[in-house]
């Protein structure tokens, strides 16, 4: 709490501070080289669940700033690094990490080459997840940005090639292909997952207390696609993810290991806009395997998807409608597998109604505030709520975020 | 209950009619040194997007932006179709994603006019009242 007061007073004072200098003057160091940064700050309460931390008393642990500096060296090369540091629930607690760092080479317009620390284009927002001031809520739907996932999903240090296809008058089309390494954080939500399940294992077993554990991301690798039709404002896509991590600890004694593979995690995407409205529609399917102390735990395929329409009121004011759901077993959209392990069935869905309401105060600086109605505890729910979840429950945001 | 249906109608008529501001006429220009003399809307907009980067010749193009204003509006909405405020989101998506760096923005005709006369490799776009010959117009194809 006292980090995020602190987090919300830098925040107050970089505000006030970039107010008071025009951006054009203190912002392009040289020709060349220029340093831009963002600052977001919010406060979450949640009813019945707590989410993504302890949101049920309401809490402020929901802020994200960065620092982005770029060298362009010629036409063809650029150097650049982004620092971020974000505090969302009991993930990320304002540590200051890299965020992207890349030399990129651009050959031609339909090949170019990016080294070092490279976002993962999954779904049409993945690149940009972390930028409040383009996410039209707070959070990105979460059938398909489940921020659980987030660590797996966000960057890998590794390499990536892209480009645009001109089809001339029948559109253009956007490559990305990676392959890499994620720095796979233990406070993340999908490390917490396993842990949890290691321990709920082990105590099955018999085989005593876990500690020492420690992520390991072996690789991930996948690509996108993006085709931009004829029409004005429309583009499609589709992306594919394969990772695989392991986990390494202790047990009484001995030590142990598990093991966790993402695989064909496929987004078809779909987003139409016009100069005061967009519509995004976006589709995912995804297989999760884990192996923990040599038992194999299929987690079935999953199946998610959301529709988002934001439509610009009046000049400054954005309405946002989302509905956005989620099934963990996509062949079994009532539960009946959780019952008849003794779980209730409704860890096995999430439907989220979400309404809201953004605030473009200036190209810099926007408010939203929003309201969400949720059916169902999937996506790692009880990791937060370890005494048990409700199957209704809600939680509303107000969020301000500068940028320059 | 009448005040909130008039208020979704006339949210509802916002959104099918927006209001805009009478559009200002601009033309496309280049370094007079460039051999360019028309493009296509599609290639313009590729250029003004960040998708397309280099000229027939290999060299890289940089490209000039006008901050708000009338005729920043009329371009962006008329060839990106797009308001300005979502041109803006588009180029800080890119930013913060890292995946490239938005074009410079210039603070009226004047300056646009002085920074493409100045390079070769520079595209923009001015009032077409404040065409003059320091500079060289690019026509249209539709």
Redesign the interface.
């Known amino acids: 709490m006292n980090r995020s007061l602190g987090a919300f007073c830098t925040f107050l004072f970089g505000l006030i501070s970039l107010q008071m200098v025009s951006p054009?003057q203190a912002y392009?160091v040289s020709e060349n080289l220029?340093i831009?940064g963002?600052l977001s700050f919010g406060y979450i309460k949640s009813r019945n669940n707590n989410f993504l931390g302890e949101s049920l008393d309401g809490s402020f642990q929901l802020n994200e700033f960065?620092l982005?500096t770029?060298y362009?060296a010629?036409?063809?090369l650029?150097f650049?690094?982004?620092l971020l540091s974000r505090d969302v629930g009991e993930e990320g607690n304002n540590d200051i990490l890299i965020?992207?760092?890349?030399a990129?080479y651009?050959w031609?317009?339909w090949l170019g080459m990016?080294l070092g620390k490279?976002?993962l284009p999954i779904g049409l927002y993945n690149?940009?997840r972390d930028?409040d001031?383009?996410r039209p809520m707070a959070f990105l739907p979460q059938s398909i940005y489940d921020e659980n996932k987030r660590t797996l999903v966000v960057a890998a240090l590794g390499g990536s090639i892209?480009g645009?296809i001109?089809f001339?008058?029948s559109g253009?089309l956007?490559y990305q292909a990676y392959y890499g390494k994620v720095d796979f954080r233990e406070d993340s939500g999908q490390a917490r997952g396993m842990e949890k399940l290691l321990g709920k294992t082990a105590m099955q077993k018999g085989l005593g207390e876990v500690y020492g554990f420690e992520a390991d991301n072996r690789y991930v690798y996948g690509g996108s696609l993006v085709y931009a039709p004829?029409l004005?404002?429309l583009r499609l896509g589709a992306s594919y993810f394969t990772g695989q991590t392991d986990f390494d600890f202790k047990i009484g004694a001995k030590d142990g290991y598990a093991r966790g593979t993402n695989k064909d995690f496929v987004v078809l995407s779909m987003e139409y806009?016009?100069?005061?409205?967009k519509l995004a529609a976006e589709y995912t399917e995804f297989t999760g395997d884990r192996e923990v102390l040599g038992i194999d735990i299929p987690d079935g395929r999953s199946q998610g998807g959301y529709v988002q329409l934001c439509?610009?009121?009046?000049e400054p004011i954005v309405?946002s409608v989302l509905y956005d759901v989620f099934y963990a077993d996509k062949d079994d959209h009532n539960g009946s597998n959780f019952v008849a392990k003794g779980q209730p069935d409704f860890l096995g869905w999430r439907k989220d109604v979400g309404l809201g309401l953004r605030w473009?105060i200036s190209?810099q600086w926007i408010i939203k505030a929003e309201h969400h109605w949720l059916n169902g505890a999937a996506l790692q729910l009880p990791i937060f709520n370890p005494e048990g979840v409700e199957e209704d429950w809600s939680y509303f945001v107000l969020k301000t975020s500068f940028?320059f | 209950m009448k005040l909130l249906k008039s208020f979704i109608v006339l949210c509802f008529l916002l959104i099918l009619f927006p209001g805009r501001m009478e559009a200002a006429d601009f033309v496309l220009v280049v370094n007079k040194k460039n051999p360019i003399e028309s493009m296509n809307r599609s290639d313009v907009k590729k250029i003004f997007l960040g998708k397309k980067s280099f000229w027939p010749d290999g060299k890289g193009i940089d490209v000039f932006l006008q901050a708000e204003g009338d005729i920043h509006r009329s371009f962006v909405y008329d060839i990106l179709n797009k308001s300005p405020r979502q041109l803006t989101l588009y180029w800080k998506q890119v930013l913060f994603s890292g995946i490239g760096v938005p074009p410079k923005k210039l603070p009226d005709n004047r300056s646009v006019k002085e920074a493409v006369a100045s390079n070769p490799q520079a595209i923009g776009y001015v009032d077409i009242l404040q065409l003059d010959e320091s500079v060289k117009q690019v026509y249209l194809n539709f």
């Open positions: 054009c392009n220029s831009n963002f960065a982005t770029n362009i010629n036409d063809n650029r650049g690094f982004q965020d992207w760092a890349v990129d651009r031609q317009d990016r490279v976002k690149q940009g930028i001031f383009l892209y645009n001109s001339g008058d253009d956007d004829p004005d404002g806009f016009l100069p005061d409205w439509c610009h009121i009046f309405l473009n190209d940028n």
